[in-house]
T-cell receptor
Framework: DTGVSQDPRHKITKRGQNVTFRCDPI?????LYWYRQTLGQGPEFLTY????????KSRLLSDRFSAERPKGSFSTLEIQRTEQGDSAMYLC????????????FGSGTRLTVV | DAKTTQPNSMESNEEEPVHLPCNHS???????IHWYRQLPSQGPEYVIH???SNVNNRMASLAIAEDRKSSTLILHRATLRDAAVYYC????????????FGEGTQLTVNP
């Protein structure tokens, strides 16, 4: 169990640029989640996948955000035309499906839009 | 989503037990109670979870009230490394099986 890996750990980008983050879940986990966290707040749910299917998207996920999980393994989260309000920690988590399963979180990608 | 209510902050002394309370009066029969903690600049870390019975693991104990409307996370001997934000979350079958975080309890551990 190597845990959930996220890359990069930090990203600084200029407003208007596109950025892409990657998440590698625990290999046997079929569910993968993306969260966003701003300073002083708890993580906010963005979207989740079961295998390669994206099953739910939060209203927070504007049309500038897109997430994929090809082949049900790693996932990418892309933000187009970044805005300063996108500055946050982006967290990925994975779990097995079914209730009562524990969730394992990665260390996150800290995005700063300047 | 079902709400949980936690104190904003708590303080403890090193090597003393800590009892972190959580109210979840709208819990339904199939909801699991999860606890996670988060250190600065890190992702949340799983602590413990349970359904009806009290649970113990190497990190903590979870005491669940008989009516399940509240629970308590017990750290038996707090260390400085336990200083973190602790989140009590209900894993609801109807929520698409995702965790909804509140603001948690900031635990300060004094040496």
């Amino acid at each position: 169990d190597t845990g959930v890996s996220q890359d990069p750990r930090h990203k600084i980008t200029k407003r208007g640029q596109n950025v892409t983050f990657r998440c590698d879940p625990i290999s046997e986990h079929n569910r993968l989640y993306w969260y966003r966290q701003t300073l002083g707040q708890g993580p906010e749910f963005l979207t989740y996948f079961q295998n390669e299917a994206q099953l739910e998207k939060s209203r927070l996920l504007s049309d500038r955000f897109s997430a994929e999980r090809p082949k049900g393994s790693f996932s990418t989260l892309e933000i187009q035309r970044t805005e300063q309000g996108d500055s946050a920690m982006y967290l990925c988590a994975s779990s097995l499906s079914g209730q009562g399963r524990r969730y394992t979180f990665g260390s996150g990608t800290r995005l700063t839009v300047v | 989503d079902a709400k949980t209510t936690q104190p904003n902050s708590m303080e403890s002394n090193e090597e003393e037990p800590v009892h972190l309370p959580c109210n979840h009066s709208t819990i339904s029969g199939t909801d699991y109670i999860h606890w996670y903690r988060q250190l600065p600049s890190q992702g949340p870390e799983y602590v413990i979870h349970g359904l009806t019975s009290n649970v113990n693991n190497r990190m903590a104990s979870l005491a669940i009230a008989e009516d399940r409307k509240s629970s308590t996370l017990i750290l038996h001997r707090a260390t400085l490394r336990d200083a973190a934000v602790y989140y009590c979350i209900l894993d609801k079958e109807t929520s698409g099986s995702r965790l909804t975080f509140g603001e948690g309890t900031q635990l300060t551990v004094n040496p």
